[in-house]
């Protein structure tokens, strides 16, 4: 079996609500004129401002994914998204582009993550907040254990976002 083919044009910025994943990905996006793409302009067709008062349900957050991995496809990008399951989005590989790009996994801690959802104009609830943000940790120790180079981590929590777009935009330079 072949290694996946790392696409180095293509990145993914992931990590739980209110982490700060939008804000740092439109900054690398300009100063990398890169083009950007969060789910967020997806989400409004897979969840409809009529259905807003219920949680977003997991088939809408797939559709939504699937919509923005559609839109993207083998381009030069940067991807934004929250999900509650970034193991199963890897060991199902449903999405080859998320499998073989390198990512950003950005995490702020689980009050802080809750608090800025909730001053967002669209916040989702606080147990997706805290689904997202253990999915976030778990990926984290994955990358950890492999050691692979493929995969960033940024706490908005110790690190400025300057400093954190500064480390994201090398990250997403470097060949």
């Known amino acids: 079996m072949n290694a996946p083919v790392l696409c180095h044009g ?16 439109r ?56 999900h509650h399951d970034y193991m199963a989005l890897l060991n199902q590989k449903r999405f080859p582009l998320f499998t073989t790009s390198r990512k ?19 916040p989702v609830s606080a147990n997706y907040v805290e689904r997202a943000w253990l999915s976030a940790r778990q990926l984290i ?10 995969a960033l981590v940024v706490d908005t929590t110790a690190t400025s976002i300057s400093t954190a777009v500064a480390m994201v935009a090398r990250f997403f330079n470097q060949e």
């Not at 950003?104 to 669209?122: K, P």
């Not at 120790?141 to 493929?150: E, K, L, P, R, T």
């Open 10 to 25: 293509t990145l993914c910025i992931v990590g739980p609500p209110g982490s700060g994943k939008t804000t740092i990905g």
């Open 104 to 122: 950003v996994i950005v995490l702020a801690d689980i009050e802080t993550c809750i608090a800025r959802n909730a001053a967002r104009r669209s």
């Open 27 to 82: 900054a690398v996006a300009t100063l990398s004129c890169a083009a950007f793409h969060t789910i967020d302009d997806w989400a409004g067709v897979a969840y409809p401002p009529s259905a807003r008062s219920t949680p977003m349900t997991n088939a809408q957050v797939d559709q939504a994914m699937s919509m923005l991995f559609g839109a993207v496809a083998q381009s030069s990008a940067i991807i934004e998204f929250a």
């Open 141 to 150: 120790d994955s990358y950890a254990v492999q050691s692979s180079g493929h």
